[in-house]
């Protein structure tokens, strides 16, 4: 707003011959009227990260040295809590819980869907919580195979489960992890996206390859209301692949509170990519380590402080 005036007050200052513009000229030259503009440009791409970066470490330090005090606290007392003077028994122990790891893990696995919009609309940082989402439904997708037949032998047959896994993990790493076709890539270290890249990489590269051009790339297929704050799933624009009735029906309903989960997406990779010897179900162990720490020490406490009410994450 302050930069609107600029041009045509310049413009004005320049051409006119009155005798107001004569004397205002003196004194305030015609280049001097985008000076305004300029300045409240710089001043607020200055202003607000630095403002944003303080109040981010304020909270976050407080939020450590609160916990830090609960576990003194609660280790002094053998492991009870006393409550403090200014607070009910309840109070004394809800508070430090909701901000607890625990408190974290049971809203990503029960619903995470408030986190996401939260972490979306308030941190730009969705893309972290649909990749913990995308893990959480794949490996319990992969468990509650495990638990109907624990005798399989995953690397009997390469046309059956496993090489689904595998294709739903190619998916979840062109979404999520890789630089080249993830729309918002996830923040991780360079030795687990190395790691990651080894694993997939090639697999995935037959992605960016059924896709007509890179433009067509930005239409994003349906996914899970949970989902639909952060597009990071591509529309499949190859020929559809259809998995066995088995595995669809042990992937199902991993997660009943979502409407559909990542195992209910048809993946675009052939069934005859080859599986790398050491794709197991802990392939995204470390990644998933490293996004809940970030989300644990930024995206957290933001978002309990941010819920004016956290009695429902204190179950």
Wanted: proline share 5%; net charge negative.
């Amino acid at each position: 707003m302050r930069s609107l005036p600029g041009s045509p007050m310049w413009f004005a200052a320049l051409y006119s011959t009155t005798k107001v513009w004569v004397a205002i000229n003196r004194y305030w030259v015609p280049s001097l009227w985008f000076a305004p503009g300029i300045m409240t440009m710089e001043a607020v791409t200055i202003f607000f990260p630095c403002y944003e970066l303080i109040v981010s470490k304020k909270q976050r330090d407080r939020f450590l040295e609160e916990l830090h005090e609960w576990n003194e606290t609660k280790a002094a007392s053998g492991g009870k809590l006393d409550s403090a003077p200014s607070r009910t028994p309840s109070e004394a122990s809800r508070v430090p819980e909701v901000y607890s790891r625990r408190a974290l893990g049971r809203c990503l696995e029960e619903d995470s869907s408030a986190l996401l919009q939260f972490a979306a609309a308030k941190e730009f940082s969705g893309e972290n919580i649909i990749f913990l989402n995308y893990v959480r439904d794949w490996k319990a997708a992969w468990a509650k195979v495990g638990e109907s037949n624990p005798e399989y032998n995953w690397n009997r047959d390469p046309e059956y489960h496993r090489v689904h896994f595998f294709k739903i993990a190619v998916e979840i790493y062109a979404a999520c992890i890789d630089m080249n076709l993830a729309e918002f890539p996830i923040n991780i270290e360079s030795q687990i996206y190395s790691d990651l890249r080894e694993m997939f990489g090639e697999a995935s590269q037959l992605i960016g390859q059924s896709v007509f051009s890179r433009a067509e790339t930005r239409a994003y297929r349906s996914r899970p209301e949970s989902y639909n704050w952060m597009p990071t799933h591509r529309k499949k624009l190859s020929t559809v692949i259809i998995v066995e009735e088995d595995t669809q029906a042990l992937c199902s309903d991993a997660h009943p509170h979502e409407a559909q989960s990542i195992m209910h997406f048809e993946p675009r990779v052939l069934n005859s990519v080859t599986i790398p010897d050491n794709f197991t179900a802990n392939a995204f162990d470390q990644a998933e380590k490293s996004i809940k720490n970030l989300v644990y020490t930024n995206t957290w406490p933001k978002f309990v402080d941010f819920s004016s009410d956290a009695s429902i994450y204190s179950k």
